[in-house]
Structure formats: structure tokens, C-alpha cells
């Protein structure tokens, strides 16, 4: 309705003064928008109140030639509707998309507006979210709330008076931590010097979610991040938490950002596979015999019937052998040979059922065996050993070699039995695939990605970041700002090794786990290259063929494989890749020499038989490149619902 009166007001505008034509147009304009039938008319009367004359004299502007007055104060209407509507758009601008029904704006659209809530002083509105910290002051008659609603690490600073607080029971009732509060109010400018620059001024409070700080597990002392372990389901609202997980999905978002900006498509690999991709065997088995031999029924084989029966089979054969001879004897005695007939049918019969006992007898703890005692597979779900995926390297491997560039960003798995602050047993990995692509043009692309990640983090997670920085690691922002400028170092394993063993026979630095060529690098000698020797992040490429995976491609030298991994301060290896081994010859005798079968991997030789192509890839654990953003010491804190050996909550 308001952008129809000011469409209309604009076409008045431009209406010539002389004309009588001119006049009618304009008469004829309003009468076609109803803009001139009573109930309009009164309401605009109301808004702008005009005398009746001067209203009827704006709509036949023309007529006798308008005088300047009129002109003005219809310019002056055009310029307030205009004013209303941009306030109206304000308006339902701060309101969060899908809290209209609450009328709520978010406090990061107050607190990292551009003027960081100045030029919305005045408005009216409303915050929601979690009370981190109450007080009551000025001897009962004001209390003061800073609330989160986890849009930013800010908290909004609420003033609320004793008159607003006993319409809820109360300020007590509003100032105990974990409060949840939907608060309406009129935002202030804050004194000079203050932290923020506004602050809200509570006129009602619409809900109030009661805590009893007696029983709330989480004081407002600091607590341990064991502890807050335990209650993963409250962790979010403490401050370290709610950053990691806001820097989590700043660094979500970059990924998919990055490898679409560069033109790849995301697919989404399964979580249940038959093959090993790292051939380490740690996976976790999915299966429903268990299950079906916890509930099924199952009925106990009697030894003696068993061993009867395969009596009464022996038993038989000797009849049926002593039947067919004697009619064979007499070929022309048409009652032998029936006879022999009936002895054989009776003897498949029997064998039948033996066979049916038997497998029946098979069954120990409620699960089908095999005859040579290994599990019946072919009774489960999949019909076959299936696993959760440690990896989705090998499904993308498939869509690279017909789509050229894809990424995969999931779940993945390690039934590896370790309770070190670096090991999950659910963990994300970020894995892109690209055909046509060297080990060089592999290791470009894993720095490319790094470095736009770490500079998406400066830019968009300042304040989580500074808390990280003041808190957790002095270091962290200063680390990032390195990466994300500093080209990475380059450098072959045997290089690597050289210089490591140059440190420990110069005294410098005794390692754990003593250097030679062949090694497999630990994170000690990782985060010393990065750390002390070059001071940023190194790729080492070229490892020995012995400690990598059977799918990287065979150097010339038949010692080293084309393989990279990318080293970083604090954390070690944050990215292993590789080019892929696209001759059939070669990939097949490395499965084989990795004592794997090579049924499993039937359709990943096949890319190599139909259009082989160089390719190449890498894999990232998501959680350690949180890991190395924030310095949090254990990975179980950088994931909402860690899993590891012996514990599966939440």
C-alpha cells in the first residue's frame, strides 16, 4: 500500500502545470489504482492531515496550474513516504528469516553491523538467546543481563528495571547463567568508554526459560575441558566451545566454497563399503548377525540325532550301491531297476536333510558358520563383510575419472583402539580428486586450500579469534596470518630425513623415535621441520613405497612413491595425498603385495582398463585443520560429539 502511494505521488509529480490533458491523465492515473475512493482518501488524510480543498486540489494537479505550495507539500508527502518505507524495510530487515514469529533479530545483525549498532539507537527490538551473566544493582531496583544466542562470541548487554523484572516473578528470576530469555526493549547508546557501543533497555520480557543455579552443572568458574566433556550436550554455551564451533563452520563453509569457486562438483560417497581403502584392516564391521543371534531363534542340535542320521545316510549309500549292482546284473528286470531308482530318491532325501542338520549344527553363538568354520556371510544384511569407510578416496576416484574434478566432505572411520589427543574414531576427512592432475599440480592445490581457509578465518572469525589467541594459544592468529601468506616449503622425504639426522648427530635435538631413511615420520620430526628448521608449513614428497598405500603411483627408482604430505606448526601432518597409480600392471601386483584380495577392488582396476587417466588427490582430517587454527590441545574438543574407544555418548 505505501509503495503504491508513492508510485503514485512520483506520476503526479511529473505531470505538467498547463495542460488540461494533462490534468485528466492524472485524474484518470488515481482513479485506476482506487487511490482516490473514500477509505483512501481518509487515510491519507489522517497520516498527512491536508485540508479537504488542498487534497482535492493535489489530485487535479494541472487543472488551473498548481502553485508552488502545492507542489512542495506534495514533495514533502513523496519524501516521508519514502522515510516510512525505508524504516518499515529496516525493520523486517533485523528480524531473524525464521523467528518472525518471535519478531526476533539476531545480535550479531546489531553488534557486527557497521556501525555496530549506532544507527539503530532508538528502534525498538527484540533479542533472544541465554543469560551468561546476571546482576542485580542499584539496591534491587535495576539489573543488568549480557545475553548470547550463539550468532557471535559478543554478548548484548540488557538493562532491565524492577518494574519489567516482577511482571516475570522478578529479576532473580532472569539473572541466574543458562537463563533463556526473549527480551522486547529500546536500543541505547552506552556511556563513553564502555565496552559496546549500545545496549538494549528491557520495556517487557515475552519468555523466560528458569534455571536452578543450584543444580546447573556449569558454574561460571572455569571449568576443565575433561569435565565439560561429560556434558557435552551443555558445552556449546560456554565460550571456548560455542567459538570452535563457530570457527568449524567458518572453515566448512571455505571448503566448499574453495573447491566450488574452482569449478568441482561435491559428491557424496557411501559410508558403508566393502573394501579397505588404507588396507590397515582398523575398520568397524556392520553387520546385523549379531542381532539376529541376540533375538533370533535359535533351537540347540542333539549330537546323537546328528551322528544318527549320518549313519542312516552311510547306511542307505550301502543299499543304493547294492541295488544299482543288482540291476545291473539284470538289466532286463524292469523291478531292480525301479528299485535302484527308489534307494537313490530315498538316499538325496536323507542327504538333504543331513545337510540341513548339519548347517543347523554350524551355528555357535547364534551365528552361521561355514564348513570350514569361518562366519556364513552370506546370511547378512549385504551378503558379504561390510565395514563403515575409512575413507571416500576410492568412490571419488570413480566420479574424477568421468567428471574430471570432484571433492567429497564426510564422515569417515578408524576402529583403531588409541586414547591419543590426536586419534577419533569418527572424524570428517576432506577429499578432492582431480584428473589430469601431477603430484605437483596435487600439492598446489592442497597449499591453494590451506592458505584460503586460513585467510577466511581472519576475515570472517576475528573475535572468536581473539578469544582463541588470549585464551587457548598466544600464537594463534600470528600462526594463520603466516600460512596464509607465506608460500609452503617443499621438500622430498629423503631430504627431509637428511636434515633431520643432521640435527640429532649435531646434538641439537634428541628425538623419541630415532631418524632414518625408510621411517615413517612421527609428528615429533614433523612439527620440528615446520616449528624450528623452516619456521612454516612443508610439503615432503617422494616417501618410500614400504610405509604408503597401494593406490600411489610407483616412482621410476621402484623405491619411492608419488606421494606428499602437508606438514603444519602445532599439530604435524594435516594433509597426506598422492598421484594415483593408473597402470593396471602395477596397481594390481600392489594390491597383491599388500595381501589384499583383488575381488574388492574388481571395479577401482577397471578405471585403470577402460580410459586410464593420470589423477591425483589427497585427504584432510578436518579436525586437526580445527586443531591447528585454534591450538585446542585434544581433538576430542574440536567436534561436537567426540567418539573414541569406550565411549559412544550423546
Known sequence: MLARRLALFQRLHTVGSSTKAAAKKAHRIACNHQLITQNHKNCFIDRYPLSQAAHRRSI?????????????????????????????????????????TFSRAMISTILNSESEGLSMVGQTLRIAGWVKTGRVAGAGSFAFLEVNDGSCFANMQVMVDKEVGDEVGGLKEITPTATCVLIEGELAKTPEGTKQKVELKARKILHVGSVDPSVYP???KKQSMEYLREIA??????????????????LAYATHKFFQDNGFLYVHTPIIT???????????QVTTLLGEAEFGAHEPVDQAELEALRA??????????????????DKENKDLAKASKSEVKTLLAMKESLAQLEEKARVIGGIQRTENGSIDYSKDFFGKPAYLTVSGQLNGEYYACGLSNVYTFGPTFRAENSHTSRHLAEFWMIEPEMAFCTLQDDMQC?????????????????PDLEFITKMIDSDAINRLEQVASIPFMRLSYTDAIAKLEEVEKSGEKKFQFPVSWGIDLQSEHERYLTEEVYKQPVIVYDYPKDIKAFYMRLNDDNKTVAAMDVLVPRVGELIGGSQREDRFDVLE?????????LE???SYLDLRKYGTVPHSGFGLGFERLILFATGIENIRDVIPFPRWPGNANF
Open 274 to 284: 566393502a573394501s579397505d581403502c588404507e588396507g590397515a584392516g582398523e575398520m568397524f
Open 600 to 602: 574388492p577392488y574388481a
Open 589 to 597: 601386483e600392489r594390491i597383491q603385495a599388500s595381501g589384499m584380495p
Open 218 to 220: 556449569l558454574a561460571k
Open 60 to 100: 487535479m494537479v494541472g487543472a488551473a496550474g498548481s502553485s508552488a505550495e502545492e507542489i512542495e507539500s506534495l514533495r514533502q508527502q513523496v519524501e516521508d513516504l519514502k522515510t516510512e518505507l525505508k524504516k518499515k524495510e529496516n525493520e523486517h530487515a533485523m528480524v531473524a528469516p525464521y523467528s518472525r
Open 446 to 462: 592442497a597449499e591453494d586450500y590451506v592458505r584460503f581457509c586460513c585467510r577466511h578465518l581472519l576475515d570472517t572469525c576475528r
Open 233 to 250: 550436550h551443555l558445552r556449546p554455551r560456554t565460550n571456548t566451545i560455542g567459538a570452535v564451533a563457530r570457527i568449524r563452520n567458518a
Open 312 to 329: 542312516q545316510v552311510a547306511e542307505q549309500g550301502s543299499k543304493v550301491k547294492a541295488a544299482k549292482e543288482a540291476a545291473a546284473q
